[in-house]
């Protein structure tokens, strides 16, 4: 299985390298756990890396979702929208299953093997569109396989009932007919929040069974830590890390370099919690390499 980089920093390794090429991914979790955030990192490395991005939006609208990117540090996303590369399809309120029965195979045609990411954000919608099970599973089937046809899929799930347990009855079904499920554990709690990630499952591949801590950091996404899980975090310098990025700048595409300078000069120790400099550094560097 060829593997291809998330575009979220620390994660790959925890996935043997990334996920599979041409394969679906779940990504599961609450209100405000990143799932849009993670679907944008996803495209976006797509993007960076030569491949065309469609992003299908179920619940905002495309202005929204081009919004937090741009808040995200990803000024660049209407340079992709101008050439045509990055294509949205705002569904918001409509009737997507109906897309599904109906258009898919047109789109399909369009684009197969075009070797494209896809996006598809949230998927929730398309569940709650029909009551009957069976018919549930036909329509995820057929949306999963078709558009696996065009490249690789990210899909997201809303995450309701008891939180942490996937066993709401929207999480079910997507979560088996996928290849990989990535689990986004977010709580809220006065004065800090608790964030942790968990790699379900992942077909074909070795992947951490581990629960890891991960931060959403202004202009970098998600972060995730990958060990020591308990150590505090060493007091350093900002310095430290911009030199260790001067240092690396042979080794990073230009734009990028320009961008994560931009990004450690606004960055804060409170933004980063237990993840140290060395570690975001290595993380960059892994997603890169």
Same mark, same amino acid.
């Given at each position: 299985?060829?593997?291809?980089?998330?575009?979220?920093?620390?994660?790959?390794?925890?996935?043997?390298?990334?996920?599979?090429?041409?394969?679906?991914?779940?990504?599961?979790?609450?209100?405000?756990?990143?799932?849009?955030?993670?679907?944008?990192?996803?495209?976006?490395? &797509?993007?960076? *890396? =030569?491949? %065309?991005? !469609?992003?299908?939006?179920?619940?905002?609208?495309?202005?929204?979702?081009? +919004?937090?990117?741009?808040?995200?540090?990803?000024?660049?996303?209407?340079?992709?929208?101008?050439?045509?590369?990055?294509?949205?399809?705002?569904?918001?309120?409509?009737?997507?299953?109906?897309?599904?029965?109906?258009?898919?195979?047109?789109?399909?045609?369009?684009?197969?093997?075009?070797?494209?990411?896809?996006?598809?954000?949230?998927?929730?919608?398309?569940?709650?569109?029909?009551?009957?099970?069976?018919?549930?599973?036909?329509?995820?089937?057929?949306?999963?396989?078709?558009?696996?046809?065009?490249?690789?899929?990210?899909?997201?799930?809303?995450?309701?009932?008891?939180? &942490?347990?996937? *066993? =709401?009855? %929207?999480? !079910?079904?997507?979560?088996?007919?996928?290849?990989?499920?990535?689990?986004? +554990?977010?709580?809220?709690?006065?004065?800090?929040?608790?964030?942790?990630?968990?790699?379900?499952?992942?077909?074909?591949?070795?992947?951490?069974?581990?629960?890891?801590?991960?931060?959403?950091?202004?202009?970098?996404?998600?972060?995730?830590?990958?060990?020591?899980?308990?150590?505090?975090?060493?007091?350093?310098?900002?310095?430290?890390?911009?030199?260790?990025?001067?240092?690396?700048?042979?080794?990073?595409?230009?734009?990028?370099?320009?961008?994560?300078?931009?990004?450690?000069?606004?960055?804060?120790?409170?933004?980063?919690?237990?993840?140290?400099?060395?570690?975001?550094?290595?993380?960059?560097?892994?997603?890169?390499?």
């Amino acid at each position: 299985m060829k593997k291809i980089k998330t575009g979220v920093f620390g994660l790959n390794p925890l996935l043997d390298g990334g996920i599979n090429e041409n394969s679906t991914t779940a990504v599961i979790g609450g209100s405000g756990a990143g799932k849009t955030t993670f679907a944008i990192q996803f495209i976006r490395k &797509g993007l960076e *890396s =030569g491949q %065309e991005g !469609i992003f299908v939006s179920l619940d905002e609208n495309k202005e929204q979702i081009i +919004r937090e990117a741009v808040e995200m540090g990803w000024e660049e996303i209407m340079e992709y929208l101008k050439d045509d590369l990055l294509v949205f399809i705002d569904a918001s309120g409509k009737d997507f299953s109906n897309f599904i029965r109906k258009e898919l195979h047109t789109f399909v045609s369009d684009w197969k093997k075009a070797g494209a990411r896809i996006a598809i954000d949230p998927l929730t919608p398309v569940i709650w569109s029909v009551q009957d099970n069976y018919e549930q599973r036909e329509l995820i089937t057929m949306l999963l396989k078709q558009t696996r046809k065009v490249g690789t899929v990210l899909c997201t799930l809303e995450e309701h009932g008891t939180e &942490g347990n996937l *066993s =709401g009855h %929207e999480t !079910i079904i997507p979560m088996y007919l996928a290849d990989c499920v990535i689990h986004l +554990r977010y709580k809220a709690m006065e004065g800090s929040n608790s964030r942790m990630l968990k790699i379900v499952k992942c077909r074909n591949s070795w992947h951490s069974e581990e629960f890891h801590p991960y931060r959403i950091i202004s202009g970098l996404g998600l972060v995730v830590k990958q060990g020591d899980f308990g150590k505090t975090r060493k007091k350093e310098s900002a310095q430290e890390l911009m030199k260790e990025l001067e240092k690396n700048a042979g080794n990073l595409p230009k734009n990028a370099f320009q961008k994560l300078k931009e990004t450690f000069k606004e960055l804060s120790d409170a933004e980063l919690g237990n993840i140290t400099y060395a570690e975001l550094m290595r993380y960059i560097m892994e997603e890169y390499s």
